[in-house]
């Protein structure tokens, strides 16, 4: 079968609009948005920093630049998976860049459930005000009491008591839940006894975030920072009461509605990590050239002809193997696409961390300091080899896929 990697005309102005709009608009903030967190509670946003990103979303859906993420909606722009993918990459070039076109994880995946799996009242109640921009949300899987990697060992308990749902337990990095704007989390829940399949076991259920008896017990630090004010939170659930109507398709469809969420958040990931790729393969160039030691351009110093170059080729390695993965999206088929997916989510992070890495190196001391914005792609990408599963769980899933071409056991 033919694979096309291509973009549309029309879809490519759009994608040249957005470029101009990161590189002139956005990024050009990023700095004084990010000063702001600092000047007073970090878990509200100031004046200043909702005047930066309101304005900047309200030119943003003003010119029709808005939920790109659609791709399998009438409510989108009709972009496939691959478009999708140009435009992710130019979105991940700077930090603000998702949300001001709305197309920021978690909401994408949020929304994409709401969309596929909820009720009429769920989308008049949460999708709509999310796909308006206006709320924000976080989906809660983690624990800190089982390995997380296994989804199987999700343990939050889930009982029916009449017409509502009782949940108790604990839930970890929740991201995005620190957000003031947060108003609805979808929780993975265990409603299963021991007697069902193991995948049958779980459910998902839509919790209001001002639900009685949820205790946010911290931030959780990435490195050493909170990440506010979107955050990563550590949650308490005590006989936490939900209406029944809540619950998702039904009891034991849990992992059925997470491979249709995680699927397309996890290539979302890839596609920005090899923006931030490229923003700090241009902060390595400018560099090396700007700066001279003994005599000479750092770019003319020590093996540094050979990092720049390996790194561009690595990008493109990254961005195929991508596109690739996009294309098999698109046709259609999730389990045929699992694999390929699993294989840019640790190809993609990785070559992003080496390529901010060696760009550090360039810049020395500074390159670690607040003065770049190098250090905090470092730890976001690092970071990324842990979310939507470990790079150990996706490489076992390639082996998998790779060895039952030649194995009918089930390994």
């Known amino acids: 079968m033919d694979m096309n990697f291509g973009i549309r005309p029309e879809i490519k102005v759009l994608l040249e609009r957005v470029s101009a709009m990161v590189s002139n608009e956005i990024m050009p903030l990023e700095a004084e948005y990010h000063a702001e967190i600092a000047k007073a509670d970090r878990w509200q946003f100031t004046a200043r920093q909702t005047e930066i990103l309101e304005g900047l979303k309200a030119r943003a859906k003003k010119g029709g630049l808005w939920n790109f993420w659609l791709t399998d909606s009438a409510r989108g722009l009709g972009l496939t998976t ?24 978690p909401d994408t995946g949020n929304m994409e459930v709401f969309e596929r799996y909820g009720t009429d009242s769920m989308k008049k109640k949460w999708l709509e005000p999310l796909l308006a921009g206006e709320s924000r949300s976080a989906y809660l899987m983690t624990e800190p009491d089982v390995a997380s990697s296994d989804a199987t060992n999700i343990a939050m308990s889930c009982i029916r008591d009449g017409d509502e749902y009782v949940l108790n337990g604990e839930k970890w990095w929740a991201t995005g839940a620190g957000d003031p704007r947060c108003a609805v ?25 001002d639900t009685l008896g949820i205790e946010k017990l911290r931030p959780m630090q990435v490195y050493g920072a909170d990440d506010a004010p979107h955050g990563h939170m550590h949650f308490r659930f005590t006989d936490v009461r939900v209406p029944a109507e809540n619950l998702l398709l039904g009891e034991g469809r849990g992992f059925e509605i997470a491979q249709g969420r995680l699927g397309p958040g996890r290539i979302h990931h890839c596609m920005r990590a090899i923006g931030q790729a490229e923003t700090a393969l241009e902060l390595m160039c400018r560099r090396s050239l700007a700066r001279e030691a003994f005599g000479k351009k750092v770019a003319q110093l020590g093996a540094n002809f050979d990092i720049i170059a390996e790194a561009r080729m690595e990008i493109e390695q990254a961005r195929l193997l991508c596109l690739k993965a996009a294309w098999m999206m698109d046709q259609g088929d999730a389990r045929a696409a699992a694999p390929w997916i699993s294989q840019i989510k640790v190809v993609a992070p990785r070559v992003a961390l080496k390529v901010i890495d060696d760009a550090i190196q360039m810049f020395g001391a500074q390159g670690i300091s607040q003065d770049v914005p190098l250090a905090a792609m470092w730890t976001h990408v690092r970071t990324l080899r842990l979310a939507d599963g470990p790079d150990a769980v996706h490489r076992r899933q390639v082996a998998r896929a790779e060895l039952r071409k030649y194995s009918q056991e089930k390994l």
Request: net charge negative.
């Open 82 to 105: 691959v478009e999708y993918t140009y435009f992710a990459e130019e979105m991940g070039r700077t930090p603000m860049g998702a949300e001001i076109f709305n197309c920021n994880a």
């Open 185 to 209: 989390y979808i929780v993975m829940v265990r409603t299963g006894a021991d007697d069902r399949q193991k995948h049958q076991r779980h459910s998902m259920i839509v919790v209001p975030a």
